[in-house]
Structures are given as C-alpha cells and as structure tokens.
C-alpha cells in the first residue's frame, strides 16, 4: 500500500471508536439493554454478545495498532474468536437453521432461503477455517510473547496444515484445473 493510502492514527482512532460503538448495540441487545433487545437476535442472547464482540475486539485492535502490538495482536484474535464461535453456532449448533443470501459459482448462480443442511455446509466450512486460523493465530502470538519460534512450532505448524487441510477441496480442484490448462497449452503448442 502507498504511504498517502494508509489510515493516520487519528483516523484508526476515529474508524476504530465508531466499530467499538456499532458493536456496543448488538452486544448490549444480549442483556436487553439499548435500542435492540434480545428476542431480536436470531439465536441464543449470547450471540448478540460475539457479535458485538467481533466489532469491539477488531475497534480495539485498530486503535492499538501501533501503541501496544501484543495487546492488538489480542483483540485481532478476540474478533477472530468471535467470528469462530458465531461461525461454529450455526454450522454445529443444536436446533433448525434457516439461512438467506446468494451463490454464485462460474455460470451457476442461485439465490434465495436455505434450508438446515444449505445453511449449515457453508458455515461448517467457515468455521473449521476460522478455527485453524484462530489456532494459528493465538500459537504465533503465544510465540512472540514466549520469546522465540521453538518453544510453539508444533502448534504454529498444527494450525498451518489444518488450514491448508480445510482449503484442499478449493485447492484440490483449482490445481486440477491449472495443471489440465497446461497440459492442454502444451500440446496444442506441439
């Protein structure tokens, strides 16, 4: 990124102040306090509190960007956090799911109401990349507050391949593809 197109600490304060107040209702909303309540949130209560949590925790990070980095690096995993347990809720959780939205692969497209499983598939596969990505996360943070890369590289490395092991079925395919585009390249070359 260019130097004019980076965010000035004023405005990271300014941006991050206004992420912190948006995550105030959702996350007040679980205790029924504020403008929103709780028979809004479509889920438990507590939902409202990670939503909120997602907001708030990102808020503090960009505030603290540069002022205390192990503490910003706590808040960026604490959105994470929340993302993971929202994400982990509607994949897993006990009860129906009923999602809206749309889909768009290549020449497919569809969009409309999801039924339990269409909404829970998608957010499965989001949560255990989130996941992965949330052990990798807290593994390298714990690493540089420990003081050096052996004491965690197992963990570091767990998260690593779990990540890579959740995106194989997009990966898998896309080389597939990649390796048949050259194959077919080279030959027509010939």
């Known amino acids: 990124m260019a130097e004019g197109e980076k965010l000035s600490a004023t405005g990271r304060l300014i941006v991050g102040l206004l992420l912190i107040v948006a995550g105030l209702f959702p996350a007040l909303a679980a205790f029924d306090i504020g403008p929103m309540h709780a028979d809004r949130i479509n889920g438990p209560p507590w939902l409202g509190l990670a939503g ?41 959780g006990a009860g129906e799911r009923a999602c809206g939205g749309s889909v768009a692969l290549l020449w497919f497209a569809a ?67 990649l390796v048949v585009k050259g194959t077919w390249s080279a030959f027509r070359r010939r």
Request: hydrophobic share 60%.
């Open 52 to 92: 909120g949590g997602v907001f708030m925790a990102g808020g503090m990070a960009l505030v603290l960007l540069r002022s205390a980095p192990l503490l910003q690096q706590g808040f960026a995993a604490l959105t994470v956090l929340c993302m993971a347990i929202i994400a982990n809720w509607i994949a897993f």
């Open 111 to 177: 969009d409309g109401r999801y039924s339990d499983l269409g909404c829970r598939i998608p957010f499965g596969f989001m949560a255990l990349l989130v996941n992965a990505f949330l052990i990798y996360m807290v593994a390298k943070i714990a690493q540089q507050a420990l003081g050096g890369p052996p004491r965690l590289a197992g963990m570091v490395k767990l998260g690593q391949g779990l990540m890579l092991l959740v995106l194989m079925p997009l990966l898998l395919p896309l080389l597939l593809f």
